[in-house]
Structure formats: structure tokens, C-alpha cells
Nanobody, 124 residues
Framework: QVQLVESGGGLVQAGGSLRLSCATSGGTFSSYAMGWFRQAPGKEREFVATISYGGSIIEYADSVKGRFTISRDNAKNAVYLQMNSLKPEDTAVYYC?????????????????WGQGTRVTVSS
């Protein structure tokens, strides 16, 4: 059973930074593409960032380009999301997800495993 556990969320002022972590267990982390998604209150879940199994391919949503950085450590079975210059509109529950096929993808339906989410609140 593959498990993903996010951490690192919290309350931060606009312009601040947070680093989210996602620890995985029960599977072959190094073969998964990993992604971060978020869901704001009253909105649909949206893509944030994705990284291929080897880390060579990375994609970002336009809304976070230049502010967020996704990375992975296959030795630690973990993926990270460094979030800088945070804005109130970044407020959401952030989810990490793993895709068996290993290819970086922005589509949530391509992901096989999901974490429970970590809440990020950015105050103005």
C-alpha cells in the first residue's frame, strides 16, 4: 500500500515562504512521477507542479512559475515544494500525488496515489 504524507503547511504572511514536504512509503518512489496540486475553498483542485521520476522534467502552473520550486530526493523517498513570495491567492489545501507511469503530468487523473493534504494560509 503506497502512502503519501504531506507536511509543512501553516499560516504565513504575504511575501513569505513555506516548504512543503511529502514523504512516501510502500512503493517504488524512484519510479513515480510526482505532483503537487491544491484546492482552495469553493474551487476545484488545480495543478501546481510536477516532476518526472528522474527529476529531469519539471512543469509548473503559470500562476506559480518563478515563485515555487518542486524537487525530489529519491534516496529519501520525498518530494518538496518550496514556495516563495506567497500571495493570499495561494491559500489552499496542498496535496502531493504519485503517478506510476513516471512521466511528469499536469492531469490529476494520471495520478494513482494521493496524500491527505496540508493546509496553507497566506494572510494579506
Amino acid at each position: 500500500q503506497v502512502q503519501l504524507v504531506e507536511s509543512g503547511g501553516g499560516l504565513v504572511q504575504a511575501g513569505g515562504s513555506l516548504r512543503l514536504s511529502c514523504a512516501t512509503s510502500g512503493g517504488t518512489f524512484s519510479s513515480y512521477a510526482m505532483g503537487w496540486f491544491r484546492q482552495a475553498p469553493g474551487k476545484e483542485r488545480e495543478f501546481v507542479a510536477t516532476i518526472s521520476y528522474g527529476g529531469s522534467i519539471i512543469e509548473y502552473a503559470d500562476s506559480v512559475k518563478g515563485r515555487f520550486t518542486i524537487s525530489r530526493d529519491n534516496a529519501k523517498n520525498a518530494v518538496y515544494l518550496q514556495m516563495n513570495s506567497l500571495k493570499p491567492e495561494d491559500t489552499a489545501v496542498y496535496y502531493c500525488a504519485a503517478a506510476n507511469w513516471g512521466i511528469a503530468t499536469m492531469q490529476p487523473y494520471n495520478y494513482d496515489y494521493w496524500g491527505q493534504g496540508t493546509r496553507v494560509t497566506v494572510s494579506s
